[in-house]
C-alpha cells in the first residue's frame, strides 16, 4: 500500500510541475491581455445592433430568395458575416 502511495505522490508531484510551467508560459499570457476589439465602445456597439436587427426586421415581410438577399444584405453592411 506504501509503494501504491509513494507512485500516487510522485505523479501527483510532476503533474503539478507540468501545470505551474504551463502557468508560467509567456505565449498564452500575451494572447489573454489583448482585447477583442477596440474598435467601437459599449453604446456604438449597442446601437449597431439594435440597426442591424431594425434591418433584419425589414426582411421578415419578404420571401424567397429577395428574402434571402434582403437578410445578405444586412449582414454586408453591418459586418456580421
Given at each position: 500500500m506504501t509503494k501504491l502511495m509513494s507512485i500516487l505522490a510522485?505523479?501527483?508531484?510532476?503533474?503539478?510541475l507540468n501545470g505551474?510551467?504551463?502557468a508560467a508560459d509567456p505565449k498564452?499570457?500575451?494572447q489573454s491581455q489583448k482585447p477583442q476589439?477596440?474598435?467601437t465602445n459599449p453604446a456604438d456597439q449597442a446601437k449597431q445592433d439594435q440597426d442591424y436587427?431594425?434591418?433584419?426586421?425589414k426582411c421578415?415581410?419578404?420571401q424567397g430568395?429577395?428574402?434571402q438577399k434582403c437578410i445578405d444584405q444586412a449582414?454586408?453592411?453591418?459586418?456580421?458575416?
Open positions: 510522485a505523479g501527483a508531484f510532476a503533474l503539478s505551474a510551467a504551463f498564452d499570457q500575451d476589439d477596440q474598435t436587427l431594425a434591418a433584419l426586421k421578415e415581410n419578404q430568395d429577395a428574402k449582414k454586408q453592411k453591418f459586418n456580421r458575416m
